[in-house]
């Protein structure tokens, strides 16, 4: 049994009140005579220095509670009782008294205790937790995080006798909960968990006497997953319908397990510039958002989108604990023919003399980088007697000869051409 710490005179002044001499029996019989020792419900425990030299070890006394041995605590209430115990060794004759010698050798005394009772007067007070804020974690990350308790107060929360030491306790899923005992100078525990792993926390003071105050209220705390490895994706684009393209995104990423599996595949393309040409985050942009449920293709394609634009495509996966990763990357769509049908407009300056000017193809017309020019074409009496191509928006023909008549223009590029505008005649 391990000795206990305290003043040496006090304790052999005791002994020699109850010792006998068969070293075991003391005065008062079972309640052993040692109601002076208690007072204002707090039991004060003669102790004794275990000593380095072999032959200076004595008997001690130890004071037990629920059968718990409580050495030179304070606060108990209710019942006790007070155990005398021998050394557990002793040599020379001056131990003789305590312990038996045979030659001088070492021999173990007898391990020999007789229990008393003892009142200790009413029950101690437990400690209490006036700081009833919510517990904090810090130092997240998919290896564990760490657990800060409240501050206690400690003129309202010792109870009977100081706060020793408090238990944080973990309640994971299937009921399993673990128990820790922390140091009281230490504000916060550590807590090592796998990643995903969801589990309750809540603690409570422990005071010297080994008093309990109330749990606090159970706390929710998830350790994170990891982000998925081998994250890729790939976007490209086609055009086989005039004026737009289709955009195609094709993703993929390391498999996860357990409550980090990924269950859901989120995909958004955001254009991020405005008509494909002005490279302004304004105006009328294109989005598209598609939900996918794993397993999935891990493709995702958008008709209809602008060519000759900037998008930025958004990969979000969803864990199965609703932790989210994304990854993106931007694109710029393929560029192609230009897109629309000028209006034309006529203007008669005289015989034979005429002006025509149509709507100039904006940005979102062109499709391309590429300088746009306009051919136009007129025919007279069915047959073709003008075609050529301008930079501007307009031109002006003389010398048309008489009769029937009919103007078109269209857009053209080293892509390909618009249709060709409503002919005017």
């Known amino acids: 049994m391990t000795p206990l710490v305290g003043p040496v005179v006090l304790l052999l002044s005791l002994l020699s009140l109850f010792h006998t001499a068969d070293c075991f029996s003391l005065p008062g019989g079972g309640e052993c005579g040692l109601s002076g020792l208690t007072y204002g419900g707090r039991l004060h425990v003669p102790e004794l220095v275990r000593s380095t030299n072999q032959w200076d070890r004595r008997k001690i006394f130890v004071f037990q509670k629920n059968g718990r041995d409580r050495f030179g605590m304070r606060g108990f209430g209710g019942r006790g009782r ?8 002793c040599h020379d004759a001056q131990s003789a008294e305590f312990c038996p010698m045979e030659e001088n050798e070492p021999v173990p005394c007898m391990d020999t205790s007789i229990p008393c009772s003892i009142d200790l007067g009413p029950p101690a007070q437990p400690p209490q937790y006036t700081d009833r804020s919510p517990l904090r974690a810090s130092n ?3 290896g564990g995080l760490t657990i800060s308790r409240p501050v206690w107060n400690e ?5 009977t006798g100081r706060v020793d030491s408090w238990i944080c306790s973990i309640l994971q899923e299937g009921g399993v909960v673990q128990n820790s005992t922390v140091e009281g100078t230490k504000h916060s525990h550590d807590i090592n968990l796998p990643p995903g792993t969801t589990f309750s926390v809540r603690v409570a003071l422990i005071s010297e ?3 309990l105050s109330p749990f606090t209220d159970w706390q929710s705390f998830t350790i994170p997953c990891e982000a998925p490895d081998e994250q890729t994706l790939r976007l490209n684009s086609t055009s086989k319908h005039k004026g737009s393209v289709k955009l195609i995104a094709n993703w993929n990423y390391a498999p996860q397990s357990g409550p980090c599996a ?4 989120t995909v958004h393309f955001m254009q991020l510039d405005k008509d494909g040409c002005s490279r302004e985050q304004s105006g009328d942009l294109r989005n598209d958002s598609s939900v996918f449920e794993v397993p999935s293709k891990r493709e995702m394609k958008s008709k209809g989108q602008n060519a000759n634009s900037n998008f930025e495509v958004t990969v979000t996966l969803i864990t199965l604990t609703g932790q989210s990763f994304s990854f993106s990357r931007q694109y710029r769509t393929m560029m192609i023919a230009p897109y629309g049908i000028p209006v034309v407009r006529r203007e008669v300056l005289g015989r034979g003399r005429k002006s025509f000017s149509w709507t100039e193809f904006q940005c979102g017309q062109r499709n391309s980088d590429e300088d746009i020019e306009y051919e136009y074409e007129m025919e007279v009496k069915g047959d073709v007697w003008r075609n050529d191509t301008v930079v501007e928006p307009s031109v002006l023909l003389e010398s048309i000869p ?7 223009v269209r857009a053209v590029t080293s892509l390909g051409h618009s249709e060709w505008g409503e002919a005017s005649n």
């Open 402 to 408: 008489k009769g029937m008549w009919t103007f078109r």
């Open 262 to 265: 990924v269950v859901t595949e």
């Open 82 to 89: 007070i155990v005398v115990t021998r050394s557990e060794s």
């Open 155 to 159: 003129t309202e929360d010792t109870g």
């Open 140 to 142: 997240v990350s998919p």
């Open 209 to 211: 006497g080994g008093e």
